[in-house]
């Protein structure tokens, strides 16, 4: 009977020891999910990363029942209650939407300068808060995706999935089979090589032409830093395909929702 108790003892030490070092490793399970407070607004489809950082600072965001005044806070928003005003913030349905944008308005939701943003292009329609997939200049026009699906986005920009990108561009020159050759060779800019996928010519006349200049990679304005490489000045720049996705007939300053076969042509 003693040596019985001793080695329940034993037994029973192992597993509290057991225990203290199973209580010392990180919950792998709810890792994954935890992001900062003002991300996490933002994946809700409740708004903007930088509003939801206003709104916390404010005061105005509370989890779990406590006052949160610090944007950059640890949470899980599948399992921490989250409040605005009072009011529960759950999930949005998923948006998809293909937006025409015009030449002249900025890709962000406020602008500190008073221009008009594409979400000029979205008043009136009754829809969650949704963010730009990637960017189009000011002066750039054409093929824009918003959505508040942050890993269907992500999906999309990042650079292992080569998801091409087409343009048409017109050029003030008119460009020979040698010049056009120069172009796909690529040109070295800031110390970064800048390159497409493929650069043909659509049609050319006079002073000017068209080419379609196809990417499958996103750096900042690089249509526009490749060809000024060259001295060749950019007039009109208009995104028309995102991978198997055509802008097809969508009147400018228009959006509309993807199709769910839409949605299949993107692969993501």
Request: charged share 30%.
């Amino acid at each position: 009977m003693r040596s019985s108790r001793h080695a329940w003892h034993r037994l029973r030490r192992f597993e509290t020891i057991e225990d203290k070092i199973v209580a010392r490793q990180p919950d792998r399970r709810s890792a994954t999910p935890r992001v900062s407070l003002a991300r996490a607004l933002s994946k809700l489809g409740f708004c903007s990363r930088t509003q939801a950082e206003r709104l916390v600072v404010a005061g105005r965001v509370s989890v779990a029942g406590k006052v949160a005044r610090d944007p950059s806070i640890w949470i899980d928003p599948d399992r921490d209650r989250i409040t605005v005003d009072g009011e529960r913030i759950v999930a949005e349905r998923k948006v998809y939407l293909m937006l025409n944008k015009p030449r002249g308005l900025v890709t962000t939701r406020d602008d500190p300068e008073g221009r008009g943003t594409v979400y000029d292009c979205l008043e009136g329609l009754d829809l969650p808060f949704v963010s730009p997939v990637g960017r189009l200049d000011k002066a750039s026009e054409g093929l824009l995706l918003m959505s508040n699906d942050t890993r269907w986005a992500n999906g999309l920009l990042d650079p292992a999935s080569h998801v091409a990108k087409t343009y048409h561009v017109q050029i003030a020159a008119a460009p020979d089979d040698e010049m056009l050759e120069r172009f796909r060779q690529g040109a070295v800019v800031d110390g970064e090589l800048l390159t497409a996928r493929s650069i043909g010519l659509l049609r050319s006349g006079g002073r000017t032409a068209w080419l379609e200049i196809v990417l499958d990679e996103g750096r900042n304005r690089q249509i526009r830093r490749l060809l000024g490489a060259f001295d060749i000045e950019v007039l009109r720049l208009v995104r028309v395909a995102i991978g198997g996705l055509q802008l097809g007939e969508l009147a400018k300053g228009k959006a509309r929702h993807l199709t769910s076969e839409e949605l299949a042509m993107l692969g993501i």
